[in-house]
Antibody, heavy 117, light 107 residues
Framework: QVQLVQSGAEVKKPGSSVKVSCKAS????????IGWVRQAPGQGLEWMGG????????NYAPKFQDRVSITADESTSTAYMQLSSLRSEDTAVYYC??????????WGQGTLVTVSS | DIQMTQSPSSVSASVGDRVTITCRAS??????LVWYQQKPGKVPKLLVY???ILQSGVPSRFSGSGSGTDFTLTISSLQPEDFATYFC?????????FGQGTKVEIK
């Protein structure tokens, strides 16, 4: 089974961008789609989008369509999520997870992104 | 988007109790319903998929049922390690959406 390890916590200013990485090990990276889900403090889960590394194709939740970019690098078995035009409401833990059969099976440890002036 | 509504938002129960959590979809999703468990400060864990199929390693005291728009997750005999927040997710259609969560607390 694949293991996902994410990059460390970030503190960002409003209006800036953040890029979070998600490195896979333990199985063939290209076998999986990778989804990104965020969780604001004390709140529920929110799907942002995902990527199929083998095809390097991504899709996005309409809410984030204009601000998010999700990519994958098969050579390093790493997926990336970049969110731009950050605002305080984007403060959250961002998770990557393997996406198969339309569900999220193996999760990264999460990356806390804090947006504050 | 399909809206997922869970009830109750929290429940207080004792070890050994039977606990039932409900998830309602805003439109028919067939059997495309998933449940996750999240303990405080931890990563969500896949529990049940396709409404009633337990993920490998999940204890048999967990069960899921329902179809269409109404679904339930039942814990037949609550154990100390089951105190957590539970989320449903519809896996029927894009964009994938989650319920707001149900927190199972110690009574």
């Amino acid at each position: 089974q694949v293991q996902l390890v994410q990059s460390g916590a970030e503190v960002k200013k409003p209006g800036s961008s953040v890029k979070v990485s998600c490195k896979a090990s333990g199985d063939t990276f290209s076998r999986y789609a990778i989804g990104w889900v965020r969780q604001a403090p004390g709140q529920g889960l929110e799907w942002m989008g995902g990527v199929i590394p083998f095809f390097d194709t991504a899709n996005y939740a309409p809410k984030f369509q204009d601000r998010v970019s999700i990519t994958a690098d098969e050579s390093t078995s790493t997926a990336y999520m970049q969110l731009s035009s950050l605002r305080s409401e984007d403060t959250a833990v961002y998770y990557c997870a393997t996406f198969y059969r339309n569900l999220f099976e193996s999760w990264g440890q999460g990356t806390l992104v804090t947006v504050s002036s | 988007d399909i809206q997922m509504t869970q009830s109750p938002s929290s429940v207080s129960a004792s070890v050994g109790d039977r606990v039932t959590i409900t998830c309602r979809a805003s439109q028919d999703i067939g059997s495309w319903l998933v449940w996750y468990q999240q303990k405080p400060g931890k990563v969500p864990k896949l529990l049940v998929y396709s409404t009633s199929i337990l993920q490998s390693g999940v204890p048999s005291r967990f069960s899921g049922s329902g179809s269409g728009t109404d679904f339930t997750l039942t814990i037949s005999s609550l154990q100390p390690e089951d105190f957590a927040t539970y989320f449903c997710q519809q896996s029927n259609s894009f964009p994938w959406t989650f319920g707001q969560g149900t927190k199972v607390e110690i009574k």
